[in-house]
């Protein structure tokens, strides 16, 4: 069993930078996808990024692609997302999900953290 806990959202002002981590619980994380969801206040959830269970492919959303890179230490059973540029549209909670096998750009994920959020001021 996976579970997924988030922490570093903020307040941050735009042109700056933030450093989400994900703290996933469970021996068999290193055989899960993960990856990183965000829903702006009054809009559907959207994807961001998304990283293979070995780390050796990743996946972008075009809108945070070039300013965002997510990595996983699977020995730290831990995924991050590091957030540079920002603007204040990518203000939203950020979700850390993970599924078992390959990554996925839709929402089709079996764990779901329970969110952190990110402010961007402008």
């Known amino acids: 069993q996976v579970q997924l806990v988030e922490s570093g959202g903020g307040l941050v002002q735009a042109g700056g930078s933030l450093r989400l981590s994900c703290a996933a619980s469970?021996?068999?994380?290193?055989?899960?996808?993960a990856g990183w969801f965000r829903q702006a206040p009054g809009k559907e959830r959207e994807f961001a990024a998304a990283?293979?269970?070995?780390?050796?492919?990743?996946d972008y959303a075009d809108s945070v692609k070039g300013r965002f890179t997510i990595s996983r230490d699977n020995n730290k059973n831990m995924v991050y997302l590091q957030m540079n540029s920002l603007k204040p549209e990518d203000t939203a909670v950020y979700y850390c999900?993970?599924?078992?096998?390959?990554?996925?750009?839709?929402?089709?994920?079996?764990?779901w953290g329970q969110g952190t959020q990110v402010t961007v001021s402008s």
């Open positions: 999900v993970a599924r078992y096998g390959s990554l996925r750009t839709d929402g089709l994920y079996s764990k």
């Open positions: 469970g021996r068999t994380f290193s055989t899960y996808a």
């Open positions: 990283i293979s269970p070995s780390g050796s492919s990743t």
